[in-house]
T-cell receptor, first 117, second 114 residues
Framework: AQSVAQPEDQVNVAEGNPLTVKCTYS??????LFWYVQYPNRGLQFLLK??????LVKGSYGFEAEFNKSQTSFHLKKPSALVSDSALYFC???????????????FGKGTKLSVKP | GAVVSQHPSWVICKSGTSVKIECRSL??????MFWYRQFPKQSLMLMAT?????????EQGVEKDKFLINHASLTLSTLTVTSAHPEDSSFYIC??????????FGSGTRLTVV
């Protein structure tokens, strides 16, 4: 079965320190990969995506992610965390060989990021 | 960038009544929209895929007669929760495939059934 794993329910980081939110996936073919952020009682905001090309993708608010095909990972990173980065982060994939589905995203369970001053 | 407008943001309704949630793509045409349900501290669960001009495709376990989806135009999809019950209380989010190619999400609707 196709799936996305975010192994950490919560990540705690001190402000100013680098942060990493992990994501691995298990899908057929070469998927499109996404990161979204969700603030309380809000929809999802797009951060970045990987379609093809350079494995290091830069996105909104200083976030970046590195696509690693051999490890089937797409970890989200930021060199210096801000308190305002505290939110729920979702990794998602769209399998290109998605069979009977109609191009919907498959989501990880989400990782709560907490940045302390 | 692409924008999807979803409303209402929150709604409280009495048990047994119906509630309609609208999802509009404001600056692009969306032939396909997706409806998700999110329980507290959990991920998004795909309920159905809405296709303009045709019937929606529902995920296994989702009652199509209870969650009516209409996608009558290229910019509007609606989800109607019929005969709502307290267990239908949840956060509902719509999404549309935009020209990115990416997916743009609405701001969500908090439904509380009392």
């Amino acid at each position: 079965a196709q799936s996305v794993a975010q192994p950490e329910d919560q990540v705690n980081v001190a402000e100013g320190n680098p942060l990493t939110v992990k994501c691995t996936y298990s899908v057929s073919g070469n998927p499109y990969l996404f990161w979204y952020v969700q603030y309380p009682n809000r929809g999802l905001q797009f951060l970045l995506k990987y379609i093809t090309g350079d494995n290091l993708v830069k996105g909104s608010y200083g976030f970046e992610a590195e696509f690693n095909k051999s490890q089937t990972s797409f970890h989200l990173k930021k060199p210096s965390a801000l308190v305002s980065d505290s939110a729920l982060y979702f990794c998602a994939v769209r399998p290109l060989n998605y069979g009977g589905s109609q191009g919907n995203l498959i989501f990880g369970k989400g990782t709560k990021l907490s940045v302390k001053p | 960038g692409a924008v999807v407008s979803q409303h209402p943001s929150w709604v409280i309704c009495k048990s047994g009544t119906s509630v309609k949630i609208e999802c509009r793509s404001l600056d692009f045409q969306a032939t396909t929209m997706f409806w998700y349900r999110q329980f507290p501290k959990q991920s998004l669960m795909l309920m159905a895929t809405s296709n303009e001009g045709s019937k929606a495709t529902y995920e296994q376990g989702v009652e199509k007669d209870k969650f009516l989806i209409n996608h009558a135009s290229l910019t509007l999809s609606t989800l109607t929760v019929t005969s709502a019950h307290p267990e239908d209380s949840s956060f509902y989010i719509c999404s549309a495939r935009d020209p990115g190619p990416s997916y743009t999400f609405g701001s969500g609707t908090r439904l509380t059934v009392v």
